[in-house]
């Protein structure tokens, strides 16, 4: 089974800059917390807002992409082809992982 080359991207986004991501906050945490800045817990709240809006905009985007398959679909039935069938759980996955891997990358380069 092969894979798009934007699943690759997206999966990729998230295995390698989600965790400078998290290494960057935690030293700026325990940095902010020794110099008892309000930095740290301004971190913390963003943090919180961009998870909750990556996970409305993914559910959003999943959405969206299940009707696009399912006219895809119908329209192959209704055709009697498989054109545009193959690549539809990538596509899926895609748009569900986008949202996340658009932030990581923002954040990645915020906190470098």
């Known amino acids: 089974m ?19 991501v998290m290494s960057s906050r935690m030293q700026d945490l325990a940095v902010s917390g020794m ?3 309000s930095a740290g817990s301004a971190e913390v709240g ?5 998870k909750l809006s990556a996970v409305v ?3 959003m985007a999943i959405n969206l992409a299940m009707v696009n398959e399912g006219m895809i679909a119908a329209t192959a039935l209704a055709t009697g082809t ?3 069938l193959s690549g539809a759980s990538d596509r899926v996955a895609v748009a569900a992982l986008k949202p ?3 932030r990581i990358r923002a954040n990645v380069r915020r906190l470098t």
Request: hydrophobic residues 40%; aromatic residues 16%.
């Open 57 to 59: 905009e993914s559910t």
């Open 35 to 37: 110099n008892g800045s």
């Open 82 to 84: 498989c054109a545009g």
């Open 46 to 50: 963003q943090m919180i807002t961009e």
């Open 100 to 102: 996340y891997g658009k």
């Open 2 to 20: 092969f894979f798009s080359a934007d699943l690759l991207t997206e999966f990729a986004s998230l295995w390698f800059q989600a965790p400078m």
